[in-house]
T-cell receptor, first 114, second 113 residues
Framework: DGGITQSPKYLFRKEGQNVTLSCEQNLNHDAMYWYRQDPGQGLRLIYYSQIVNDFQKGDIAEGYSVSREKKESFPLTVTSAQKNPTAFYLCASSLVAGVTGELFFGEGSRLTVL | GQQVMQIPQYQHVQEGEDFTTYCNSSTTLSNIQWYKQRPGGHPVFLIQ?????EVKKQKRLTFQFGEAKKNSSLHITATQTTDVGTYFC?????????????FGRGTQLTVWP
């Protein structure tokens, strides 16, 4: 089955620790995205990548980092510099770079910082 | 920067009533997309509208794209409890932001029996 896999689904961490969320897709999509969702805030774009080894900041990139070493993988690191990391994180992909078609979302990772 | 506004933020209806959510963009859009997110779930693509004035229907859902390609609406006729969720509109970026989508904040629909 083709799709996007995010892991872990739930994650608890202590304040001050870096956390890496995994996102893998087997759809052969060019573009991948990370969104953060807080109650009542909609979907806010953190980073996106149109091609391997390239990525762009979204609207709330501070305190986050990403890499795109392989087409199918786009991990997100939530660093200790992120002031309010507790949130629901969604990874998405779309077929063609530079053409904003349908986004396919993973099931999300819920991060709680204690 | 480019913005997509969506109203209302919340809507509570009784089953059988109609529901409409409205979306407005600060810029002309090449297309507009709609997504639905069920409680506890992830957003799922519903539809994309491309042409000025376009109207598309999916069973009880009617989607419209404005003549100026800056606004859109989603109308649900005779809501059912299965319609519960948050509905998002989204428009593509332009120029240096080509390849990303700008999402509205969503309308959270609650349907009581």
């Amino acid at each position: 089955d083709g799709g996007i896999t995010q892991s872990p689904k739930y994650l608890f961490r202590k304040e001050g620790q870096n956390v890496t969320l995994s996102c893998e897709q087997n759809l052969n999509h060019d573009a991948m995205y990370w969104y953060r969702q807080d109650p009542g805030q909609g979907l806010r774009l953190i980073y996106y990548s149109q091609i391997v080894n390239d990525f762009q900041k979204g609207d709330i990139a501070e305190g986050y980092s990403v890499s795109r070493e392989k087409k199918e993988s786009f991990p997100l690191t939530v660093t200790s510099a992120q002031k309010n990391p507790t949130a629901f994180y969604l990874c998405a992909s779309s077929l063609v770079a530079g053409v904003t078609g349908e986004l396919f979302f993973g099931e999300g990772s819920r991060l709680t910082v204690l | 920067g480019q913005q997509v506004m969506q109203i209302p933020q919340y809507q509570h209806v009784q089953e059988g009533e109609d529901f409409t959510t409205y979306c407005n963009s600060s810029t002309t859009l090449s297309n507009i997309q709609w997504y639905k997110q069920r409680p506890g779930g992830h957003p799922v693509f519903l539809i994309q509208l491309v042409k000025s004035g376009e109207v598309k229907k999916q069973k009880r859902l009617t989607f419209q794209f404005g003549e100026a390609k800056k606004n859109s609406s989603l109308h649900i006729t005779a809501t059912q409890t299965t319609d519960v969720g948050t509905y998002f509109c989204a428009g593509p970026g332009r120029g240096s932001t080509l390849g990303r989508l700008y999402f509205g904040r969503g309308t959270q629909l609650t349907v009581w029996p």
